[in-house]
């Protein structure tokens, strides 16, 4: 990719330069989030089903040692999302990455990473489509799953083609009740800890028992075998901690949108890895220190398990309306991200231009209704055959985010020399070398060494994919969806000569 770099608009688009601001028909993205909206939506992106039911498996593969594979991981999130909130600030726009990688890595790259994201997140889309039926049953079990899924469709469809700010009105609400849930078990938690209330497990509830059950901090060590032959252990959580991570770069997409993008995108930046020590390692740590971590099961959430040790067995209840919420708020934030990410797409002449249009609200609503089209067909595929369908696509999406990251850390290399040499974005022209780098708002830290420190992590995750039964078929589907996305790109280029 790296031979190929581009330096002006695509043809009939050289009024914006690549942009993703201004459509086709000259209308322009509404600016109208917030900086609460953004909080929020950085925030709501880190806490999803993952978190509520995924959680299980992380603590049975580390035990206590789950919280030092989420510091770990939580710092290389970080450190991405620095990287692309450093090419956001400077140069905000909407489809984030894809216009990067397209403007300062080449166009082959700028393809590769919008259509690797769109398709990832249709096949989010899917998955919580496809089980949001199963939280409606839990109330009204005569309503087919069908029935739910396509009223929320419609409704959180209709929602984004209204104008970006119900989107963010949307998602503003879906983390409150993410957080408020969240928060409850925390301060519960921790009241229960600090009075010494008696569960039902027969443990005295105290953080000392990350240290005293169940073998220790690291009852499995970095990396060991069981004796049916399955690895596990701190290294092997790591796989599972990063795909919960997923959603955090919402924030880059965003700054297209934002009132005042060079404001909050710092503020909801900086913001992830405290929302991730308070929402992964607070929330883990407590539940660890009164629920003895070799009696989660995976059977139930440990959510729910917290509440039942203290007798609230309600919390079934209360927790299937928290994760409708999540599906809802997935569902809202894939379909905004989709759109966007089209309409880069076709600003850079890499989709089609019917793509590249708003309508009078600012809105990519041709973007928005293709995404939500698609969306749907990937859920009757699912339907009509479940198990080949669903495993084999969502081994593409669990490879695409690993993909999605990589390509942001690459990108901001090239953003970094493309500024030395002078070809950064327009308020950094006639500055180079060192002088440009710093007047750079928002740099990432340590930028020599930090995106080969996160190159790097990223390639031990795929590798330890390899030892692992749930992963390994994604590992393997990496390098033929990349292929596959690059053969599109021929194809594409070979059409547009």
């Known amino acids: 990719m790296a031979n190929e770099t581009t330096r002006s608009a695509p043809a009939g688009n050289q009024s914006d330069a690549h942009g993703a601001s201004t ?38 593969l580390a035990g206590p040692g789950i919280l030092l594979a989420y510091l770990i991981g939580g710092a290389m999130i970080f450190l991405i999302v620095r990287a692309l909130s450093e090419m956001s600030v400077e140069d905000p726009r909407a489809g984030a990455f894809s216009y990067y990688a397209s403007r300062y890595w080449s166009k082959r790259a700028g393809f590769v990473s919008g259509w690797n994201y769109w398709f990832n997140y249709i096949l989010v889309s899917m998955v919580e489509l496809s089980v949001v039926g199963t ?66 497990s027969g443990v005295t509830p105290s953080f000392m028992n990350w240290f005293t059950v169940g073998g ?38 965003t700054a297209g949108e934002a009132e005042n ?74 379909l905004y991200a989709d759109s966007r990410m089209l309409y880069s797409l076709a600003r850079q002449g890499n989709a089609p231009r019917y793509l590249g249009k708003l309508n009078h609200r600012g809105v990519p609503a041709a973007g928005v209704l293709t995404s939500a089209g698609i969306t749907v067909i990937a859920v009757v595929v699912v339907f009509l055959w479940p198990s080949f369908a669903f495993n084999y696509l969502m081994s593409i999406a669990t490879i695409a985010g690993i993909i999605n990251w990589g390509i942001i850390m690459i990108t901001q290399l090239h953003f970094r020399q493309a500024v030395r040499r002078g070809d950064g974005p327009n308020k950094l022209a ?68």
């Open 430 to 497: 006639g500055r180079t070398g060192d002088e440009a780098i710093a007047s750079l708002r928002f740099p990432l830290p340590f930028a020599r060494v930090t995106p080969w420190v996160v190159l790097v992590f990223l390639l031990l995750v795929v590798v330890l994919m390899c030892f692992s039964p749930n992963y390994v078929v994604a590992a393997i589907a990496g390098p033929v969806w990349i292929v596959i996305l690059l053969l599109g790109y021929a194809a594409t280029a070979r059409h547009a000569r």
């Open 261 to 334: 993008p060079r404001r909050t995108i710092p503020k909801a930046t900086n913001g992830v890895i405290w929302r991730i020590l308070l929402f992964y390692i607070a929330a883990l740590g407590v539940i660890m220190a009164v629920v003895p971590w070799n009696t989660i099961d995976g059977d139930s959430s440990p959510f729910v398990q917290i509440f039942d040790s203290v007798g609230i067995h309600a919390a079934a209840g209360i927790l299937n309306f928290v994760c409708l919420t999540a599906v809802m708020s997935v569902y809202n934030s894939s």
């Open 23 to 60: 459509g086709d028909d000259g209308t322009e993205l509404s600016k109208t989030l917030k900086n609460r909206h953004i909080q929020l939506i950085a925030l709501g992106g880190a806490i999803g089903t993952g978190l509520f039911y995924g959680s299980s498996e992380s603590i049975q």
């Open 216 to 253: 220790g901090f690291l009852p499995h060590g970095v990396m060991s075998r069981t004796a049916d032959g399955q690895w596990t252990g701190l290294a092997m959580a790591l796989c599972v901690v990063m795909f919960s991570f997923g959603g955090t770069e919402l924030i880059g997409i």
């Open 135 to 200: 939280f409606v049953n839990y109330w009204f079990p005569s309503i087919p799953a069908w029935v739910s899924a396509g009223a929320f469709l419609v409704l959180i469809t209709a929602a984004n083609l209204l104008g970006v700010s119900r989107f963010g009105e949307f998602e503003f609400w879906f983390a409150i009740v993410k957080i408020a849930a969240v928060a409850a078990m925390v301060i519960g938690g921790i009241v229960v800890i600090a009075l010494g209330l008696s569960t039902v």
